[in-house]
Each structure stands twice: as C-alpha cells, then as structure tokens.
Nanobody, 128 residues
Framework: QVQLVESGGGLVQPGGSLRLSCAAS????????IGWFRQAPGKEREGVSC????????YYADSVKGRFTISRDNAKNTVYLQMNSLKPEDTAVYYC?????????????????????WGQGTQVTVSS
C-alpha cells in the first residue's frame, strides 16, 4: 500500500522546537520531490518548504526562512521538517507531499501545491 505518514506534531510553547517526520511506504522517496505544506483554520494551504528531486535544492517560505529546515534520510525513506523558534502563527495542520515529476526549482512545487501522494496531516499547535 502506497502511503505517506506524518508524525511529530503536538503542542509546544512559543520559541520551542518540533521535528516532523514523513515516512513513505510502498514506494521509494529518493526519486521524488518532497514538500511540506500547512493549513491553518480559515486559511488557504501554504507551501512551507520543498526539496527538489533534481539537485536537492530547497525552498522555504519567507515566513519560516531561517527557522525551518527540510531534510531527507533515504536509508529510512523519510523526510523531516525541523522547526525551531516556533511562533503562534505556525499553528496549523502540516502535510507532506511527494511528487514524481522532475522538479528543478523547489519553489515551483511549493507554489503549485501538487503531489502524487499526500499524508494525512499532523497538528502543530504553538501556544503558551
């Protein structure tokens, strides 16, 4: 069965950190472009960070640049999103997506919001 499963969300205080994981089963992630997206209540889905499957280049939304880091562990067939210095405005459901098309510009995937496979989402709540 082909699926993506996110984990690592939770409740954290402002300034805290979380690491989200996106584990794939039924297919190999290393040839896919990967994106992390989030959707807060009443807001449109936003591309947070994406990584190219062409040259490994990355893209970060301005709102998370310098605080979030996307990475792959091909041996574990897993992609991560390290989130530091979290703010209340980071509160959202976070989704990962995998796209098989060759993505040379990571920003393109984040802007288009496309993926062949999507996870079910994990809730991140930043609150004191």
């Amino acid at each position: 069965q082909v699926q993506l499963v996110e984990s690592g969300g939770g409740l954290v205080q402002p300034g805290g950190s979380l690491r989200l994981s996106c584990a794939a089963s039924g297919f190999t992630l290393d040839s896919y472009a990967i994106g992390w997206f989030r959707q807060a209540p009443g807001k449109e889905r936003e591309g947070v960070s994406c990584i190219s499957n062409s040259d490994g280049s990355t893209y970060y939304a301005d709102s998370v640049k310098g605080r979030f880091t996307i990475s792959r562990d091909n041996a574990k067939n897993t992609v991560y999103l390290q989130m530091n210095s979290l703010k209340p405005e980071d509160t959202a459901v976070y989704y990962c997506a995998a796209l098989s098309a060759i993505v040379t510009i990571a920003q393109a995937m984040c802007v288009a919001g496309v993926g062949n496979y999507w996870g079910q989402g994990t809730q991140v709540t930043v609150s004191s």
